[in-house]
């Protein structure tokens, strides 16, 4: 009798794999800190910033699929309990845990602090800045891959 040998195929969470066997997740936009911190959101009236954390948060998941996000959740947060503060707060530091995690699986220095994320809310709304900084440097490690694209992950 032949032996089956096992085979390794990319899964639901590797969509893309340029590998078998290898993780991989779909590459981020890079966008501007400044223009998502300050310029949009002030045309916008406040709307863009909602959009972008929606944005990140389903880039966060597709870049790499081990983390449970919910961008829905999180967008549903900052609407309905913005105003309590707190949930807000635990919202940001959560997204800055998955902004390390991120910089974790591509390879990088984890330079991204969840205390931050979530502290800098308190001076004029950095954190927004912080980020998208943050989020730009798991995009720059990936310099010739287009937004959606699949990327290998390095852990």
């Given at each position: 009798?032949?032996?089956?040998?096992?085979?390794?195929?990319?899964?639901?969470?590797?969509?893309?794999?340029?590998?078998?066997?290898?993780?991989?997740?779909?590459?981020m936009?890079?966008?501007?800190?400044?223009?998502?911190?300050?310029?949009?959101?002030l045309?916008?009236?406040?709307?863009?910033?909602?959009?972008?954390?929606?944005?990140?948060?389903?880039?966060?998941?597709?870049?790499?699929?081990?983390?449970?996000?919910?961008?829905?959740?999180?967008?549903?947060?900052?609407i309905?309990?913005?105003?309590?503060?707190?949930?807000?707060?635990?919202?940001?530091?959560?997204?800055?845990?998955?902004?390390?995690?991120?910089?974790?699986?591509?390879?990088l220095?984890?330079t991204?602090?969840?205390?931050?994320?979530?502290?800098?809310?308190?001076?004029?709304?950095?954190?927004?800045?912080?980020?998208?900084?943050?989020?730009?440097?798991?995009?720059?490690?990936?310099?010739?891959?287009?937004p959606?694209?699949?990327?290998?992950?390095?852990?």
């Amino acid at each position: 009798m032949a032996e089956i040998q096992p085979t390794t195929t990319p899964g639901p969470n590797t969509p893309g794999a340029p590998g078998a066997g290898q993780l991989s997740g779909l590459a981020m936009k890079r966008r501007g800190p400044v223009a998502v911190w300050l310029g949009l959101t002030l045309i916008t009236l406040g709307i863009y910033q909602l959009v972008w954390y929606f944005k990140i948060h389903k880039e966060l998941q597709e870049f790499d699929r081990r983390q449970d996000l919910k961008p829905g959740g999180s967008l549903l947060v900052l609407i309905f309990l913005g105003w309590t503060l707190i949930a807000p707060l635990i919202s940001f530091r959560n997204t800055g845990k998955a902004i390390a995690a991120a910089q974790r699986a591509a390879g990088l220095p984890v330079t991204c602090s969840p205390s931050t994320s979530m502290w800098l809310t308190f001076v004029f709304g950095l954190n927004v800045w912080y980020m998208q900084r943050q989020l730009n440097l798991i995009v720059d490690a990936y310099p010739d891959a287009t937004p959606g694209t699949g990327v290998t992950l390095a852990a």
